[in-house]
T-cell receptor
Framework: GQNIDQPTEMTATEGAIVQINCTYQ??????LFWYQQHAGEAPTFLSY??LDGLEEKGRFSSFLSRSKGYSYLLLKELQMKDSASYLC??????????WGAGTKLIIKP | IAGITQAPTSQILAAGRRMTLRCTQD?????MYWYRQDLGLGLRLIHY???????GKGEVPDGYSVSRANTDDFPLTLASAVPSQTSVYFC??????????????FGEGSRLTVL
């Protein structure tokens, strides 16, 4: 079967750095998305990786290792508004998105 | 503001009733999707459409139907609602090309409670 694993919840301090991991086992791989979802709101796009390596976009970076079936989202200089759920989704061999259950990130002052 | 609109935003429904959730996008995206989101689970695909006139079944299609008469609209119908269909429903759209999926844009969600 297809499987996406993310930690259920993480806590970090304002101003710090946090890394949210995502491991996957899917039938094929055609890219990996990270989305942010604030409570009661719609998911919004953060990043897309299809090749190995690090993609940096402001305070957010996303890393991919296809050989390890692994990705992480790195958030720097955490702000209170970063409190949200972070969703990992893999595009499988049929170009369908397989979603993880999401990681709830709690930021403390 | 361009984007994707869902209606209603919230609804309480008696079991056995028929319900249609509406979804409209004005971005001219070819692909549209319906997901349900339940606590502790990832987004689960109900139905999708890669282009107007075509639809496909996702991971959890039972009890739901869709239509795609034109590019902009993609309604989801529950023919006879059951309590297990209590969930938050998200409509999304994207551009797909040669099978490859671009970024998904989501509507604000429809919270449905079936009693």
């Amino acid at each position: 079967g297809q499987n996406i694993d993310q930690p259920t919840e993480m806590t970090a301090t304002e101003g710090a750095i946090v890394q949210i991991n995502c491991t996957y086992q899917t039938s094929g791989f055609n890219g990996l998305f990270w989305y942010q979802q604030h409570a009661g709101e719609a998911p919004t796009f953060l990043s897309y990786n299809v090749l190995d390596g690090l993609e940096e976009k402001g305070r957010f970076s996303s890393f991919l290792s296809r050989s390890k079936g692994y990705s992480y989202l790195l958030l720097k200089e955490l702000q209170m508004k970063d409190s949200a759920s972070y969703l990992c989704a893999v595009v499988d061999s049929n170009y369908q998105l397989i979603w993880g259950a999401g990681t709830k990130l709690i930021i403390k002052p | 503001i361009a984007g994707i609109t869902q209606a209603p935003t919230s609804q309480i429904l008696a079991a056995g009733r028929r319900m249609t959730l509406r979804c409209t996008q004005d971005m001219r995206h070819n692909a549209m999707y319906w997901y349900r989101q339940d606590l502790g689970l990832g987004l689960r695909l109900i139905h999708y459409s890669n282009t107007a006139g075509t639809t496909g079944k996702g991971e959890v299609p039972d009890g739901y139907s869709v239509s795609r008469a034109n590019t902009d609209d993609f309604p989801l119908t529950l023919a006879s609602a059951v309590p297990s269909q209590t969930s938050v429903y998200f409509c999304a759209s994207s551009v797909t090309f040669e099978g490859k999926t671009g970024e998904l844009f989501f509507g604000e969600g429809s919270r449905l409670t079936v009693l």
